[in-house]
């Protein structure tokens, strides 16, 4: 019996009746008349097939055993020795949560370096894609491929985007024993986790800042294994991480806004309260789900929208980060906000660099540089500088909006909290005062485990 | 199902298909467009969700609203080009203490060559969220934009597909390779009969069609190798390609296994011949570059000849087979032959290949094979021609060889199995 690789699938050419129940995942493809497997049980498979003493030729194991060029062992912190260490416990298999600037990359260089296999690392965005090629040249030493960004280059470690792993993965889904994905609080629901699926590496590292909850953590633990070591922002805040201050500014909104924003709110209220009484525990994709039925619950979510809008740049807003930019004029200032309309309103005032998806690559890394070399003094961004981006030296941020929770905050401040000598990052969060943002902001807050708050 | 356009009936999903009907509205619709060039385009693209002074059903309107975005690409119109403004202007403000924003704009524009105020319009001109609208491009009707709309949607409801069945007559060749170059699982027989219980309820001209096009028709079983696992969204993007070529041939039907939302009931998406769904552009004729190259040198060489790029499908046994060109002499017609390009492929591809073409014992093939890939003369079919090359296909080689055949008295070839052919003389790459 052979075993193969077919786009993203194992297949068993020349094989004798199968029991589905002795070989995982198995069923049989009546499209080509043999058994199928998904790719990412193979080691589950050959186990099965070897319990079974079935004579194998494995095909798929022959790609996998080409030698590397040699590692370098990168140097680690406790914490990180730390993390190998469990993940290698539970048989290179999990997911490793470490906040943002505690070196997760450096984590996944020297679980490479103990494995020394084939490897494939999947990161979200071009710019992270640059930022683990230039990390891993400094350990490994031959060369390392790349897919994403125009290039198609695969080589015995490579980095891939996620979206050039989704359509790469069937033709290289056989041709690595270790899969590294970064930010895999991306996973867990979607296409996306198809890539993963059709690979067939029994090696898998996932790591995160904030790793999915709830039904999305079980089928992120089904592709990548469990969370095996998880340290927070707190844990790690004034040791090896930059201590920070988190400053709220209350700010109200002026008579108009508050005229739009209560009339607004109230349509979108009356309909939360009734869906709350009817379907108590609802989620808000039911919600919204339910609302769509009805030209009402339309309105009502339109209004939801306008509320949302109004309070991502209030005038109260935009006079405090005009204050703000001002008053550390001579920091590295960072500024979230929860759209690109805002964005672009604060890039055209005080004339900071918007960093968004429009932006090319190539100019964001310029700007990037720039802002490393005091060059530019601000950034300011919707969502791209939230994560993945390598952001050294920022020492104040100024938080508008945000529309993504807890997570989108966590993932923020940790662009602050790269360690330099004698640094003391500050965060500012503008909240508008009776709105949903107060409750919000508290939630945010409680996810950060116990920073130093300040109201004013 | 309104935000897809569309409605089930039993399980099967009836598609609102934009018509002449619509033609009032879409006029209005790009009369608005009209009406905003200049303005920024993403507050004229949401203000064209918005009701029109026409009557238009929403969801229509916002199916057409997503093509006309997508038509109209804006090209960008700046005085500086907006990177170098960002870069100038940002590193400017940076670097200029608390100068007011005018002086730091008034700086670089001096800078620069250009004014403070056309200096800002260029700071974000090529940005899709902050670029102003450009004038309608003169190819776009509201008949465009209708059928455009209508294979945008059936491309939105195959995202969703799992798996799909064509029943194709003519031209289908396009489809299959398609399918195969996207990694997807094609099945591939004879048309089915239509059968007696399904012909009762058939238009009498649709049954005529179909009956007298049974002998040339080609049954496609599409899905991808994931699927036999579970729904799964990957193919998508490829089940969604088919609908272009599917439009090339002569006749179709196609029935897609789809789920509006993961985890929701199947459904299934009919269309056909007939339904108003057009290619908004002309789709390519060649799969490679090297199959363009062969036809085109090959007509330059032998002016007697004809290429057909698109040849009907020969069966073979219980599957078929796609040729890739057919070349007919134009004085005497019943002088064919079928040509086939093999390149780039696995030995076993190459393997089934040669299986499928001895099945179908063609005595009118010429195998071009890529120098490349291990084939050894005896795996060749019987009465196969076959030419070697690498990279580029002499076409002074196939001319030989037709024109060869044509000297002997038999239309039919006569030669001695898998012989090899004399090195060519164009460019090869050896």
Known sequence: MKLLFDHGTLVFAEAPDLSRKAIPGLLWDPRIALYRAPAYRYPEVVEALGALGLPLTDMVRHRLTQPLPSWQQPGLRPYQQAAIVAWTLAGERGIIALPTGSGKTRVAAAAMAQVSARTLCLVPTRALMSQWLAELARYYSGRVGCLGDGRQEIEGVTVATFESALRWMPRIGDRFDLLVVDEAHHFGSGVRDEALEMCVAGRRLGLSATPPEGQHLARVEELLGPIVFQLGVSDLAGSWLSDFDLVVLRLALNRDERTRYDADHRVFSELNRRFRTMHPGGSWQELVSAASQSAEGRAALRAWRRCKQLLSFTQAKRQAVAALLARHRDSKVLIFTADNAATFAIAREHLVMPITCEISRKERERALLGFREGKLRALVSARVLNEGIDVPDADVAIIVAGTLGEREHVQRVGRLLRPAPGKRATVYELVTLATNEVRKAAERRRALGSPHVATQ | ?430
């Open chain 2, 1 to 430: 199902m309104s935000r897809l356009n569309s409605h089930t009936a039993g399980n099967q999903i009836v598609l609102h298909y934009l018509t002449e009907r619509d033609h009032p509205w879409l006029r209005a619709l790009l009369d608005e467009y009209e009406r905003g060039v200049g303005s920024k385009r993403v507050e004229l693209l949401q203000r064209l969700r918005e009701p029109l002074p026409v009557a238009a059903p929403k969801a229509k309107q916002q199916l057409a609203v997503e093509v006309l975005e997508r038509l109209t690409e804006a090209r960008v119109a700046a005085s500086v080009p907006p990177r170098e403004a960002r870069w100038e202007v940002f590193v400017a403000s940076a670097t200029s203490g608390n100068a007011p924003r005018r002086d730091v704009l008034s700086a670089v524009s001096e800078r620069l060559g250009t004014d403070p105020v056309r200096l800002e319009e260029a700071l974000f001109a090529d940005l899709r969220t902050e670029r102003a609208t450009a004038p309608l491009p003169a190819s776009i009707s509201p008949d465009r934009l209708a059928a455009e709309a209508n294979l945008r949607l059936v491309g939105k409801w195959l995202k969703r597909a799992q798996s799909v069945r064509i029943t194709a007559f003519g031209n289908t060749r396009a489809v299959v390779r398609h399918a195969r170059l996207q990694g997807l699982i094609c099945n591939i027989g004879p048309a089915p009969s239509v059968e007696k219980s399904e012909r009762a309820t058939l238009p009498q001209e649709r049954l005529d069609a179909l009956v007298k096009a049974d002998t040339d028709g080609v049954d496609l079983q599409v899905s991808g190798p994931l699927a036999l696992f579970r729904h799964t969204l990957i193919y998508g993007r490829a089940l969604c390609g088919l609908v272009p070529r599917l439009l090339w041939c002569a006749r179709f039907e196609l029935k897609a296994v789809c789920e509006a939302t993961p985890g929701a009931a199947p459904v299934t998406l009919v269309v056909r011949t007939g339904d108003p769904v057009r290619p908004g552009r002309e789709l390519k004729p060649f799969d490679s570059s090297l199959e363009q190259r062969f036809a085109k040198d090959f007509r330059r060489v032998a002016p007697d000849w004809d290429v057909i790029r698109e040849p009907r499908p020969i069966a073979s046994q219980s599957s078929i087979i796609f040729p890739d060109f057919e070349l007919v002499h134009r004085r005497e017609p019943s002088r064919r032959f079928l040509l086939e390009i093999v390149g780039f492929w696995t030995p076993k591809y190459l393997e089934e290949k040669l299986l499928r073409l001895q099945q179908a014992q063609l005595d009118n093939i010429i195998l071009c094979i890529d120098e490349a890939r291990a084939c050894s003369e005896a795996t060749l079919p019987a009465n196969a021609q076959v030419i070697r090359y690498r990279r580029y296909i002499d076409p002074t080689a196939v001319l030989r060889l037709v024109e060869g055949v044509a000297a002997s008295a038999s239309p039919t070839l006569d030669t001695e199995p898998g012989r090899p052919l004399p090195k060519s003389r164009g460019r090869r790459h050896q």
